[in-house]
């Protein structure tokens, strides 16, 4: 059995309404006082996580930021990978240019001081959608002329599926070893996500600071997905479990395909069942 047990959160942990279901937390708390290692690996920000995983016992390093961020629960960094201004300021450049699309980025002024989500004044319609579900949120700053801040974690475009494919095409061309780019269909909006990472700042390599920080072996820790963004932690992990509700690829890369979606809280029926109590 797995030393550790790391979920994705949307589509694979929270419902669909973006909560953590009551047998969830309940199965989660009692691992967990049990001294189970239970831990996130989200392309949410540390922030949002800690909101949807409230009254839940953390314990385990939480993987955030697509895996830009490993850190405590007290937020404490173990290990940051960010792109630097010079880089981050081309690649916005090249957007410009070739789609003439504008990003948000998320990232310090800083090192390691108040996190940032900027994002440009003039707008397209997916990303009008997710600035207002974002309302409130102290992190955002509006800009008129995007610029890089000193730390930048992720950079994001919204757009439609040609749009991305044709900028992750020219990324690639010319900066395919400075960067990681991770380009999937969204689940709750209809487009298509392309975030540009650090080339060590994704999940995959953030696993790989979990295992060395509690000293385990990373076959010993079990994942679960359901999106594109999870396919490569399921190589890197000694076991990768999909949701029902997960992308065909995904569902092909995984060592178990569980019988139950998300809204049916499958993460903790299977650890329940792997797991006694």
């Known amino acids: 059995m797995a030393d550790i047990f790391i979920t994705d959160l949307d589509k694979t942990f929270l419902k669909n309404d973006l909560h953590v279901?009551?047998?969830s937390k309940e199965i989660w708390n009692a691992l967990a006082q049990k001294g189970v290692p239970l831990g996130i690996a989200t392309a949410r920000s540390l922030k949002k996580s800690l909101e949807f995983l409230q009254g839940l016992r953390?314990?385990?390093?939480?993987?955030?930021?697509?895996?830009?961020?490993?850190?405590?629960?007290?937020?404490?960094?173990?290990?940051?990978?960010?792109?630097?201004?010079s880089l981050s300021g081309e690649i916005i450049e090249t957007g410009r240019k070739v789609l003439e699309i504008e990003p948000?980025?998320?990232?310090?002024?800083?090192?390691?001081?108040?996190?940032?989500?900027?994002?440009?004044?003039?707008?397209?319609?997916?990303?009008?959608?997710?600035?207002?579900?974002y309302e409130n949120d102290s992190r955002l700053r509006?800009?008129?002329?995007?610029?890089?801040?000193?730390?930048?974690?992720?950079?994001?475009?919204?757009?439609?599926?040609?749009?991305m494919q044709i900028f992750e095409q020219e990324l690639?061309?010319?900066?395919?070893?400075?960067?990681?780019i991770k380009n999937s269909p969204d689940v709750y909006f209809d487009c298509w996500f392309l975030t540009v990472?650090?080339?060590?700042?994704?999940?995959a390599h953030a696993l790989e600071d979990v295992a060395s920080y509690m000293q385990k072996d990373i076959d010993n820790?079990?994942?679960?997905?359901?999106?594109?963004?999870?396919?490569?932690?399921?190589?890197k992990a000694g076991r990768a479990v999909a949701v029902k509700n997960a992308h065909e690829r995904v569902k092909e890369s995984a060592d178990v395909v569980l019988e139950k979606t998300n809204d049916e809280e499958a993460v903790a029926h299977y650890l329940r069942d792997v797991i006694p109590l």
């Open 221 to 235: 820790i079990t994942v679960f997905g359901d999106s594109l963004n999870d396919l490569g932690m399921f190589a």
């Open 58 to 85: 953390l314990d385990t390093p939480l993987i955030v930021l697509d895996g830009a961020m490993v850190v405590t629960k007290d937020a404490k960094p173990i290990r940051i990978h960010a792109l630097n201004s």
């Open 172 to 180: 690639q061309k010319r900066y395919a070893d400075a960067i990681e």
């Open 197 to 203: 990472l650090h080339p060590k700042g994704d999940k």
């Open 142 to 163: 509006a800009t008129g002329h995007l610029q890089p801040m000193q730390n930048n974690l992720k950079i994001v475009y919204m757009g439609t599926k040609e749009q």
């Open 104 to 133: 948000f980025i998320v990232g310090f002024e800083k090192e390691h001081t108040q996190e940032r989500f900027l994002y440009p004044k003039l707008l397209n319609p997916f990303q009008k959608q997710l600035v207002s579900s």
């Open 21 to 23: 279901g009551e047998f």
